[in-house]
């Protein structure tokens, strides 16, 4: 059984990093048809889709945040952390982790954490 | 980046009702294409993957269709448990994006 677990709400305040550390269990992050990534939700919008490492470390980022996002894994604590600087009130949301599936059927986000509420004000 | 658009983005339905939902990419994206059901408060579930292959568990009411730039997502007989919020997203590109949701409600 898979799961992923975000940690409790984070508070930042603009310009700091903002970093959020993923626990998952029921598989083994090292294969390269397996990765665990981040996507958000801020209040009221659409699921924006942010980072993805996998199992070879190879890593993916949107483009739009790419020079703000760092993705790294842990595989001996089963652990994903996610460091996104110059955190900004737009960045306001919820973080989701998750797992990700690839083959002959693209990338799925097939398993969910249950999110995170991260707000960013002074 | 591969834009993905969806409508209605928001529709009224009651019980019982065939609901279809549309998703647009700006570009062909094969059949690289997964649907998603977000309820407040609980974790995002997968409905479909590759256009049209029902996850694991997902009732048989839900269905996908299309390829190429066009594609649906139906539910036949809605129930109450349907109402929420449903979200594509492509997979053709390594960076993956997704739809600007279709709030399904009463």
């Known amino acids: 059984q898979i799961t992923l677990k975000e940690p409790g709400p984070t508070l930042v305040k603009p310009t700091q990093t903002l970093t959020l550390t993923c626990t998952f269990s029921?598989?083994?992050?090292?294969?390269?048809?397996?990765?665990v990534g981040w996507i958000r939700q801020p209040p009221g919008k659409a699921l924006e889709w942010l980072a993805l490492?996998?199992?070879?470390?190879?890593?993916r980022y949107s483009p739009s945040l790419k020079s703000r996002l760092t993705i790294t894994k842990d595989t001996s604590k089963n652990q994903v952390v996610l460091t996104m600087t110059n955190m900004d009130p737009v960045d306001t949301g919820t973080y989701y982790c998750?797992?990700?599936?690839?083959?002959?059927?693209?990338?799925?986000?097939?398993?969910w954490g249950q999110g995170t509420l991260v707000t960013v004000s002074s | 980046d591969i834009q993905m658009t969806q409508f209605p983005s928001s529709l009224s339905a009651s019980v019982g009702d065939r609901v279809t939902i549309t998703c647009r990419a700006s570009e062909s994206i094969s059949r690289y294409l997964n649907w998603y059901q977000l309820k407040l408060g609980k974790a995002p579930k997968l409905l479909i993957y590759a256009a049209s292959s029902l996850q694991s568990g997902v009732p048989s009411r839900f269905s996908g269709s299309g390829s190429g730039t066009d594609f649906t997502l139906t539910i036949s007989g809605l129930q109450p448990e349907d109402f929420a919020t449903y979200y594509c997203q492509q997979s053709y590109s390594a960076l993956l994006t997704f739809g600007g949701g279709t709030n399904v409600d009463i």
């Open positions: 029921g598989f083994s992050l090292s294969t390269s048809g397996e990765g």
């Open positions: 998750a797992h990700h599936s690839s083959g002959w059927y693209g990338t799925a986000v097939d398993f």
């Open positions: 490492i996998y199992g070879d470390d190879d890593e």
